[in-house]
């Protein structure tokens, strides 16, 4: 008999490698207030960085588009105009733009609109946040035509 090259294993072979499992992070969130407050909770705002004593910002929307679907919020380091401050509330933090809001088409009385927030890279280093916005109120019940083939009528043949 011909004697073959035998590879030998080892008990540390048969163990499972144990990998370790990234810890998902909670996606970071926040909402519109029915008094036109974009609102951050308290862990919000741990989670991104912020220094809520000083952080500035810039906030705007894609230009050429009619309705709001997110907003851009960019940090702002040092004094510049049209820059938006935090406030603090209870256990949250928020911007006041009410008037920007219903201008833009989100009517924030009547829906709850929450938003999930986004980094993304602004410019040359700097780390904006894209907030996507979505509505919590039920979608309208269908009330037009309805659509496709019409059902067959069952016939009794005895």
Do not use: W
């Not at 308290?42 to 997110?70: C, M, Y």
């Amino acid at each position: 008999m011909k004697t073959t090259q035998i590879r030998f294993f080892n008990p540390q072979d048969n163990a499972v490698a144990k990998e370790k499992k990234e810890k998902k992070s909670t996606p970071v969130t926040g909402y519109i207030s029915p008094a036109g407050k974009l609102v951050f909770p308290a862990k919000s705002i741990s989670q991104l960085g912020f220094d809520p004593e000083n952080a500035k910002f810039r906030i705007g929307t894609q230009e050429g588009k009619r309705k709001i679907k997110s907003l851009f919020v960019i940090p702002v380091t040092g004094e510049q105009e049209g820059t938006f401050e935090l406030e603090k509330a209870a256990k949250s933090y928020s911007i006041s733009m009410p008037v920007i809001l219903q201008k833009s088409g989100i009517d924030y009385t009547k829906a709850k609109y929450v938003f999930t927030v986004k980094p993304f890279d602004y410019e040359e280093g700097t780390e904006g946040y894209e907030l996507a916005l979505t509505d919590q109120s039920p979608k309208a019940t269908y009330t037009g035509k309805p659509r496709g083939r019409k059902p067959q009528a069952k016939s009794t043949e005895e």
